[in-house]
């Protein structure tokens, strides 16, 4: 089985700007959450979508948001980027009720 | 509210020496927990969970990790050391039935020495 795919892989953006990334999941899997991983801030939860509902969401601001589509893949944006935003995002998926979640490689994205 | 905390950035072991790597947690209600490793420019790998039943719970590349609750701590642990064993790891609670909010903890660097 493949395994959770991310794109892009690095990204380069300067403030203000907005930004998408993607994430496929495990195939069967219908959970996709996403985390930000900074040096500071460690591995903070963003969102969990479940059959396109967004089911958990962390403490972040409005300025990032999310959707799953109904082939499970997800997307999460940025608006108005902030430097502070630079940080590498992982996406997780899982079998909903398995507990266990698998990581992509993430997105490492740059804010100039 | 649930946190986790990994007392130690950084844990240097001997190759072939057992190790430790420490976890202690808060959360209301009962606890979901988990340990993950990752490697270098890579994403997390899940390693072992324990959601109910016997406090010792055995995960993958021989890695094990002993629930206590009294002590609300859940230890990783390994009988001996590989080179390849080391990075980073990652202590995390769930407090929620089948929830994916993870809650993680700062991370431990395991060093393992030739």
């Known amino acids: 089985k493949a395994g959770v795919t991310q794109t892009p892989r690095y990204l380069i953006k300067t403030r203000g700007q907005q930004v998408t990334l993607s994430c496929s999941p495990i195939?069967?899997?219908?959970?996709v959450s996403w985390y930000q991983q900074t040096p500071g801030q460690g591995l903070q939860f963003l969102f969990e979508?479940?059959?396109?509902?967004?089911?958990n969401k962390g403490n972040f601001p409005g300025r990032f948001s999310g959707r799953q589509f109904s082939n499970s893949r997800s997307e999460m944006n940025v608006s108005t980027l902030e430097l502070g935003d630079s940080a590498l995002y992982l996406c997780?998926?899982?079998?909903?009720?398995?507990?266990?979640?698998?990581f992509g490689p993430g997105t490492r994205l740059t804010v100039t | 509210a649930q946190s986790v905390a990994q007392p130690e950035d950084q844990v240097n072991v001997a190759e072939g020496n057992p190790l430790t790597v420490k976890c202690t947690y808060s959360?209301?209600?009962?606890?979901?927990l988990f340990w993950y490793v990752q490697y270098p420019n890579r994403g997390l790998q899940f390693l072992l969970k324990?959601?109910?039943?016997?406090?010792l719970v055995k995960g993958s590349y021989g890695f094990e990790a002993e629930f206590n609750k009294s002590q609300t701590s859940f230890h990783l642990k390994k009988p001996s050391a590989l080179v390849s064993d080391s990075a980073l790891y990652f202590c995390?609670?769930?407090?929620?039935?089948?929830?994916?909010?993870?809650?993680f903890g700062t991370g431990t660097r395991l060093t393992v020495i030739p």
């Open positions: 997780a998926s899982s079998i909903d009720g398995a507990y266990e979640q698998y």
């Open positions: 195939s069967g899997h219908r959970s």
């Open positions: 979508y479940f059959s396109e509902t967004q089911r």
């Open positions: 959360v209301s209600g009962n606890p979901y």
């Open positions: 324990y959601i109910t039943g016997d406090n």
């Open positions: 995390a609670v769930s407090a929620q039935t089948g929830a994916n909010n993870l809650f």
